[in-house]
């Protein structure tokens, strides 16, 4: 996934001289072929990122198109002020990636671990949010991300479960994508690292699972459809389960087509303990085990045809 | 260096309009007509704003948002009502905009919105728009487009950490088109700047992040030329900072140097009398 996430940039740099990337001192690594390939559209912005975001909404007013790099415990969540006044009040085009999403740094702590980010820019007008699933899908929706006009958050989480879609998806904006088909009545949508689970469970429950690569907008349209066909929804989010996927999902739904919805995601509460980003997903009852343990008694009151 | 500059900046070629008593008179009937607060935020940088739209910056009138324009960043948002009188001289606002200000509907705002044409940033949350100053300069600077940024910033607002990223990143990209202008008027909202954040030598603290700084009577107009030609004369790569010593309120006389006139609102008589002082001193 960051290997196609560095290849996006570059494509991305090389295809449009207007690109420029900005970081805050991170990812080092990561953009070494970047770094090579388009030396002039490379910016280390130091370790502030309050002046980072704010000289890439001045970019943005000049013409450029700003791809601003950050963990996203720090963009979008430290500069959230900055992306809402300095650059979505005027809908200027910048991409904010906010890399090792959720429980990531499992070792680091609660500094690096973010599971507020989706819930913090939701209520923020004019900025959408895509939450890619694995390589495919993060490629697609970079190359959605770079089209659209105004600002994206583009939630970058554990990178490294192996793939969910077999090419790269055909990708609308605000829709979901189908991930497998199934005939139980409960459908299963998730989103980042957590299609990887909702997969597994739909396989177990022959349960229909789509992968969500926008949180915002969602497509309301293909919601209340698939709302208007199914019993229930499950939603799986390495996310706080406010605010997150989960709360897109129920606002979108709850006026025309209401249906019960479990909502798995992580609760108020932050990791406790140190550990791999497995151990902290047990810590969450993100793990599969955990996750199977909630879904199933769920979905059993609705009866497969 | 005074004696030149004022020679140099007596030739004819300041816009009329930018007259600091007509402005100022916008500013009072603005802010009666809105009962509105920030008088003496807007007063200290007048004669700031008159140089810069009145002489130094290259803009076309009939377009706001000519590409190549230079920037007038207003960082110190609170102080719009002096930007929008300019702006009321531009013809880029109508006179409906001065007499409604603050009506239901209406369109300015109490601080800096970059809605409005000629307003660069939304401000008034500060520490912002010196950040995306560096960044319109930092695109003229990769463009080489010739343009300027005179980003104009209160000393109380010097508080605010991101403006001290700014000056490190702006000094870092070698912004020489970027000038810094301090409306050092030595308030802030709640008392002297020296009372609630201590400012100490804010020339030394600009010189020490590798800018090229100057002190300058903020109320003078032949002073405050002088030293903004001197800086932009020093293409060396290093940014620019102005250091404005201003008075707060400058202009009536029962706001200069009075705190209160942050918050205060004007009545029928205040009204009266800043019209008054404001037309004397025209006179």
Redesign the interface.
């Known amino acids: 996934m960051r290997v196609a996430f560095s290849n996006a940039l570059v494509e991305a740099a090389t295809q449009d001289e207007r690109v420029v990337l900005l970081t805050g001192d991170h990812g080092y690594a990561l953009f070494d072929e970047f770094r090579k390939r388009c030396p002039n559209q490379y910016i280390n912005a130091g370790i502030a990122e309050q002046n980072m975001v704010g000289v890439a909404a001045g970019l943005a007013k000049a013409g450029l198109r700003p791809i601003v790099y950050g963990l996203s415990a720090f963009v979008p969540v430290r500069v959230l002020e900055q992306i809402k006044i300095d650059v979505c009040y005027e809908k200027l085009p910048v991409i904010f990636t906010g890399d090792g999403a959720g429980l990531v740094y499992s070792t680091l702590g609660t500094s690096h671990q973010s599971f507020e980010d989706i819930a913090c820019l939701r209520a923020v007008p004019h900025i959408e949010i895509m939450s890619p699933c694995d390589a495919h899908e993060l490629t697609a929706c970079f190359r959605m991300a770079l089209a659209q006009e105004g600002p994206v958050y583009f939630r970058m989480g554990k990178a490294d479960i192996g793939p969910i879609h077999s090419a790269l998806p055909r990708l609308q904006r605000g829709g979901l994508v189908q991930v497998r088909a199934g005939s139980h009545p409960v459908v299963l949508i998730a989103t980042g690292s957590m299609v990887k689970t909702a997969r597994a469970l739909g396989d177990e429950l022959d349960a229909s699972v789509w992968s969500a690569p926008w949180i915002k907008p969602l497509d309301d349209a293909q919601l209340g459809a698939l709302a208007a066909d199914a019993k229930a929804f499950v939603t799986l989010e390495e996310h706080s389960f406010a605010g997150g996927l989960g709360g897109a999902v129920v606002e979108s739904i709850a006026e025309a087509t209401p249906i019960p919805v479990l909502r798995i995601g992580i609760g108020e509460r932050f990791s406790e303990t140190c550990g791999s980003h497995a151990h902290a997903m047990r810590e969450h009852g993100l793990d599969l085990a955990t996750v199977r343990e909630r879904v199933m008694p769920f979905a059993a009151k609705w009866k497969a045809p | 260096m005074a004696k030149s500059a004022e020679r140099t900046f007596t030739r004819p070629n300041m816009k009329p309009q930018f007259n600091p008593p007509r402005l100022r008179k916008t500013v009072v009937e603005m802010a009666f007509a809105g009962n509105a607060v920030h008088l003496g935020c807007a007063f200290s940088i007048i004669e700031l704003l008159a140089c810069l739209y009145g002489r130094h910056m290259r803009y076309d009138e009939k377009n706001a948002n000519d590409?190549i324009r230079d920037y007038l960043v207003l960082s110190k948002g609170h102080g719009v009502m002096a930007q929008y009188a300019c702006l009321y001289e531009l013809g880029w606002l109508e006179r409906d905009d001065i007499d409604k200000y603050f009506h239901d509907g209406s369109r300015l705002k109490g601080l800096s919105d970059?809605?409005v044409p000629g307003c660069?940033?939304?401000?008034g949350?500060l520490?912002?728009?010196?950040?995306?100053?560096?960044?319109?300069?930092?695109?003229?600077a990769?463009?080489k487009t010739g343009q300027k940024c005179y980003a104009v910033v209160g000393d109380g607002e010097i508080n605010e950490?991101?403006i001290w990223?700014?000056m490190?990143?702006a000094a870092?990209a070698k912004l020489d088109n970027l000038m810094v202008i301090v409306d050092a008027n030595g308030f802030q909202a709640m008392g002297t700047t020296d009372e609630v954040m201590k400012l100490g030598d804010l020339n030394a603290k600009f010189s020490a992040f590798d800018f090229d700084v100057l002190s300058v009577d903020g109320h003078d107009m032949n002073a405050i030329s002088a030293a903004v030609e001197k800086l932009e004369a020093m293409k060396n790569g290093r940014p620019k900072a102005l250091v404005a010593k201003t008075v707060k309120g400058k202009g009536v006389s029962y706001m200069e140097n009075v705190n209160a006139w942050h918050y205060s609102r004007l009545n029928p008589d205040l009204y009266a009398q800043a019209l008054r002082e404001i037309e004397g001193a025209s006179a």
């Open positions: 590409p970059a809605h660069e940033v939304t401000s949350t520490g912002h728009g010196l950040s995306v100053g560096v960044g319109l300069a930092l695109a003229a990769r463009g950490g991101a990223e700014a490190l990143f870092h």
